[in-house]
């Protein structure tokens, strides 16, 4: 079992930077794809960011492609997103996600959640 905690969220304006971490227990994120999701008000959760372990290949959603970044740290099993020029737009709850194996970035190939955490962007 993997439990995944989500953390730096907050209150930022537009054309301000955030790192969110997610840090992983239970397993280590060496092997395991892992991805961020988020999920605005009125509207369905997500893909955002990926990395697959296994060769380390990142793939972005269009619109954060060039202005977020996904990263690790094996020794701390985290993986970071780190958010550049934020958008009202990016606006929503943001949930690390982990599967045993990647197969795609959807939410149902998704195996551990976290809770999330809220970043509102302020225009």
């Known amino acids: 079992q993997v439990q995944l905690v989500e953390s730096g969220g907050g209150l930022v304006q537009a054309g301000d930077s955030l790192i969110l971490s997610c840090v992983a227990s239970?397993?280590?994120?060496?092997?395991?794809?892992a991805g961020w999701f988020r999920q605005a008000p009125g509207k369905e959760r997500e893909f955002v960011a990926g990395i697959r372990y296994s060769d380390g290949v990142t793939t972005y959603k269009a619109s954060v492609k060039g202005r977020f970044t996904i990263s690790r740290d094996t020794a701390k099993n985290t993986v970071y997103l780190h958010m550049n020029s934020l958008k009202s737009e990016d606006t929503a709850v943001y949930y690390c996600?982990?599967?045993?194996?990647?197969?795609?970035?959807?939410?149902?190939?998704?195996?551990?959640w976290g809770k999330g955490t809220l970043v509102t962007v302020s225009s």
């Open positions: 996600a982990a599967a045993e194996q990647w197969t795609s970035w959807t939410g149902s190939a998704m195996a551990y």
């Open positions: 239970g397993r280590t994120f060496r092997t395991l794809p």
